[in-house]
């Protein structure tokens, strides 16, 4: 079987979109989030074991907080670090607390001065354990789309744990803007 080509406009992005249809999508990514958080109990949030996933829901609700949090604190100086987080906190264990930080990071992911960061930063990224970060040259933009891939990645494993505690999950929750474009071209072609 020979797979479809690829459309030529998902793989050619708008360069006049720039930073900002990122944070658009990180701002919606968040606020999709932030609905399925309010559908859940406070017992189902903070959960865990759920099913054979060892964390809870808040768990990665505050992963991919950080990402985000992260993002904005380090691109200001120009060095972006995502592997000092804080583990255990009220994040991961209060919807309340959960919902506050995903409105403040939307807020700031916006009133943030994204004419006035360097155009090239540093990425520390542990790659081992064991062995000292590594230091690479990035982008913001570049590491904008990190943190909305990032993101879409951990809300993936949001909805394989919200279904599996029996709650609805919105249809394209989790999924990346590739395969909504796809799933979207194929019903469209048919």
């Not at 380090?74 to 592997?83: E, I, N």
């Not at 540093?122 to 990190?146: C, G, H, K, N, Y």
């Not at 891939?149 to 709650?167: E, F, P, Q």
């Amino acid at each position: 079987m020979t797979p479809e080509p690829v459309s030529p406009h998902l793989c050619t992005g708008d360069p006049a979109l720039g930073s900002s249809g990122a944070r658009r999508a990180l701002a919606g990514l968040l606020r999709q989030l932030f609905e399925l958080i309010e559908s859940l109990s406070d017992e189902e949030y903070a959960r865990k074991p759920v099913g054979v996933v060892e964390s809870s829901v808040g768990g990665h609700v505050r992963h991919n907080l950080d990402h985000v949090a992260a993002l904005l604190h380090g691109l200001p100086t120009g060095h972006v670090c995502y592997d000092h987080r804080g583990r255990g906190t009220d994040v991961e264990r209060d919807r309340r607390t959960a919902l506050d930080t995903i409105l403040r990071l939307e807020g700031a992911l916006f009133a943030f001065a994204w004419g006035e960061i360097p155009q090239l930063i540093t990425l520390s990224a542990l790659v081992a354990p064991d062995l000292p970060p590594v230091l690479a040259q990035t982008s913001p933009a570049r590491e904008l789309a990190f943190v909305v891939s990032h993101t879409i990645h951990h809300n993936a494993l949001v909805r394989v744990m919200v279904k599996a505690l029996g709650a609805d999950v919105p249809a394209d929750f989790g999924y990346a803007p590739s395969t909504i474009a796809y799933k979207g071209s194929r019903l469209c072609a048919h």
